[in-house]
RNA sequence: UGGGCUAUCGCCAAGUGGUUAAGGCAUCGGACUUUGACUCCGACAUCGAAGGUUCGAAUCCUUCUAGCCCAGCCA
């Protein structure tokens, strides 16, 4: 190697004083075909003794009889990037050029070549810090190796950061301009929290995601005295985007709620959900009051057996008690069986940055359950929806009874 | 350690001699609530370190420290 290393200069090639005619009939005749791949390049004539190794005479064409995906076989010579880079953004009439930090020690050269043409424009080349985000796989032969290795579904895997995962995943675009807008071009270097591209995410679909009731783990309700089977009640797509319309939400004796908004017993005067003798509110419909459980032999509830009251409808005026707090439900015999993906980081919280990013893959990052969500909701115009207190959800492309999590909602709600 | 670059709150990020050192995320209080959501109030830094210049410095100078990048006929 004839290009010194980064302490000692490299030394001049016996070519080059060499003259420009020569050299350029040289030139000609590497297109031309007339010496083998590998023989002869075309070097710039810079300075060997450069501290920045980019300047030490580098490379600008060289002899490479391949196959282009657009020109086909018109070329057997091909310029190195270096030389491309700044000749294609003066020939565009590029202004700034944008790339990365790791190209700040090109930039000189980049400018030796805009001096040293005669090109139409004086583009400008600018660095910036990529984008990396906290605990997610970023980098392109990292993610390929995911894929390759299976541990993800492909590159429109929801639990990735490419554009085709956030778009399966159901990530707004919306939101992920405003999350790119809000960091800037920095040159510094950091990680940003995934919690920031969430936040933009519940603020757009916040304000227009219709919301809709679905449970993700179901436990039987049977409400003893109520004396139909099943009723309609009409309700709001979105209390505070009446735009988004009404739909018909079925009420009946047989519900499903959420297993964890029930406990037996009132843990304390913070607990917002149900208990055995306590009443809550149906969301849209009824309070109801918790009378008795049925377990199976392991102890487990298999269904909660309650009571209502019709004067406390969702829309009378009711006050004359408060309810312990308000969940949701679904009609067991309307409901919709569905399958819902839910995803979480890929990599679990790093310490140590030297560990192998597959030494940290989060083995949760993905997992499915089966829920039901309240039907005749065909005529929405939207696949991104929030499930009501628990998150924003998808509807898969191909897969109309899959939903994909995109976000969970925030919660105040302290467990323990 | 030859050269280049970066260092401002837990995470992003404004700021280029005179500001109470923006803002967002997170966090912690509290109000409101038929989503423990949303919304609303409130709390939350002296600027990597040490010297220096100046009436006055995150912003200028000096020295240090830490991290990132560069020795492809890759991009």
Redesign the pocket.
């Known amino acids: ?1 004839t ?5 000692t200069p ?1 030394v001049n090639s016996p070519y080059r004083e060499r003259s420009i005619e020569e050299n350029k009939a040289l030139f000609e005749a590497m297109r031309a075909g007339e010496f083998k ?5 075309l070097r710039a004539k810079i300075d060997m003794a ?5 300047l ?1 005479d ?2 600008i064409y ?3 009889r391949a196959h282009h995906f657009n020109t086909k076989d018109a070329w057997l010579i ?5 030389f ?2 700044p000749m294609e953004d003066a020939f565009e009439s590029i202004t700034h050029s944008l790339c990365s ?7 000189p050269l980049y400018d030796w070549f805009v001096e040293h043409t005669d090109v139409p424009d004086k583009p400008r080349q600018i ?1 910036f ?1 990529k984008l ?1 985000i ?1 605990n997610e796989v970023i980098g392109k032969r990292y993610i390929k190796q995911l894929v390759d290795e299976g541990i993800v579904e492909g590159w429109d895997d929801p639990r990735l950061i490419t554009l085709s995962g956030l778009r399966k995943r159901g990530i707004p675009p919306k939101a992920i301009h405003q999350f790119v807008h ?12 995934l ?2 591209l ?3 995410v ?2 757009v679909l ?2 227009e995601a219709p ?1 809709v009731h679905a449970v993700l783990d179901p436990i039987k309700v049977t409400i003893e005295n109520y004396p139909h089977d099943t009723e309609e009640l009409k ?1 709001p797509f ?3 985007n009446e735009t988004l319309g009404e739909r018909v939400l079925p009420f009946g004796k047989t519900l499903y709620i959420e297993r964890e ?1 029930f406990i037996e017993e009132k843990p304390n005067k ?4 149900w208990a055995l003798g306590i009443e809550v ?5 009824y309070f109801v009051k918790a009378e008795r459980v049925i377990k199976d032999d392991q102890g487990r509830i298999t269904e909660i057996i309650a009571t209502y009251d019709v004067k ?5 005026d ?1 006050n004359e008690r ?2 312990n ?4 439900f679904v009609e067991a015999s309307t409901a919709q069986p569905i399958e819902v993906r839910l995803y979480e980081p890929l990599l679990l919280p790093d310490q140590d ?1 030297s560990v192998d990013f597959k030494d940290k893959l989060n083995p949760d990052s993905k997992t499915v359950v089966q829920g039901f969500i309240e039907p005749h909701l065909e005529a929405l115009t939207t696949r991104s929806v ?5 998150g924003y959800f998808h509807q898969d492309d191909e897969a109309a009874h899959v939903y994909h999590r995109i976000v969970p ?6 467990r323990k």
């Open positions: 190697n290009r010194g290393d980064l302490k490299g791949d590998g023989e002869k390049v450069s501290p920045n190794m980019n030490r580098p490379v060289r002899i490479q091909y310029p190195m990037y270096d491309a880079h930090l790791e190209f700040e020690d090109h930039r660095e810090g990396k906290a809000a960091l800037g071009l920095p040159k510094s270097q950091g990680e940003t929290e919690e920031m969430y936040e933009a519940r603020g916040g304000e919301r309700v979105h209390k505070d908004d913070k607990w917002k959900r509110r149906l969301m849209h419909a406390t409808k969702s829309g009378s009711f408060k309810p707090g308000t969940i949701h940055k929030q499930f009501t207190r628990l909602l925030k919660s105040s709600f302290k």
